[in-house]
T-cell receptor, first 112, second 108 residues
Framework: NAGVTQTPKFQVLKTGQSMTLQCAQD?????MYWYRQDPGMGLRLIYY???????DKGEVPNGYNVSRLNKREFSLRLESAVPSQTSVYFC???????????FGSGTRLTVV | QKEVEQNSGPLSVPEGAIASLNCTYS??????FFWYRQYSGKSPELIMF????GDKEDGRFTAQLNKASQYVSLLIRDSQPSDSATYLC????????FGAGTRLTVKP
């Protein structure tokens, strides 16, 4: 049972480049989330999808877009990367919006 | 004021001792409370959740919630070196907010 799978694990981008972070879960969870984690600031919510077909902004959505492709998959896109987007990105899922999360293994992104 | 506050630590305890981790939150409407463990370079892992005032025990872990004081804690009994990690407190009201975490070191 894979749980939550994120790809890639590491990425280096140049300023202005774009990329998509992929996330898939095999637990039949309804809700999915994208967080970023920066030293001393904890996890901050970028976007979430409470259920298939819906997406909403979180605390720090600027510079990002998301797509809930189906119940399993939730992708995060950086259209034009900037150095302040250097961070560790985690995808997570939960059975419903009110349950605890299962996290993916993370993507370490560096923007130079 | 941060919405979820934790002492960043590091908190150091000897093996076999009780480790006490604390968390305060600002939103009185918060409904559910979670503790995650995060090893260095790894992703957070859910270890406890609590919804009602009082204590909830699971093995060596006890979560304590006091909504009147807006305070939630995690006790780890018989601490082991393998418990050395960062512990994240998370609180759900409209959405899930995380504290920055407390780094725990258990010394053999």
């Amino acid at each position: 049972n894979a749980g939550v799978t994120q790809t890639p694990k590491f990425q280096v981008l140049k300023t202005g480049q774009s990329m998509t972070l992929q996330c898939a879960q095999d637990m039949n969870h309804n809700s999915m989330y994208w967080y970023r984690q920066d030293p001393g600031m904890g996890l901050r919510l970028i976007y979430y999808s409470a259920s298939e077909g819906t997406t909403d902004k979180g605390e720090v959505p600027n510079g990002y877009n998301v797509s809930r492709l189906n119940k399993r998959e939730f992708s995060l896109r950086l259209e034009s990367a900037v150095p302040s987007q250097t961070s560790v990105y985690f995808c997570a899922s939960s059975a419903t919006y009110y349950y605890g999360y299962t996290f993916g293994s993370g993507t370490r992104l560096t923007v130079v | 004021q941060k919405e979820v506050e934790q002492n960043s630590g590091p908190l150091s305890v000897p093996e076999g001792a009780i480790a006490s981790l604390n968390c305060t939150y600002s939103d009185r409407g918060s409904q559910s409370f979670f503790w995650y463990r995060q090893y260095s370079g790894k992703s957070p892992e859910l270890i406890m959740f609590i919804y009602s005032n009082g204590d909830k025990e699971d093995g060596r872990f006890t979560a304590q919630l006091n909504k009147a004081s807006q305070y939630v804690s995690l006790l780890i009994r018989d601490s082991q070196p393998s418990d050395s990690a960062t512990y994240l407190c998370a609180v759900r009201s409209n959405d899930m907010r995380f504290g920055a975490g407390t780094r725990l070191t258990v010394k053999p």
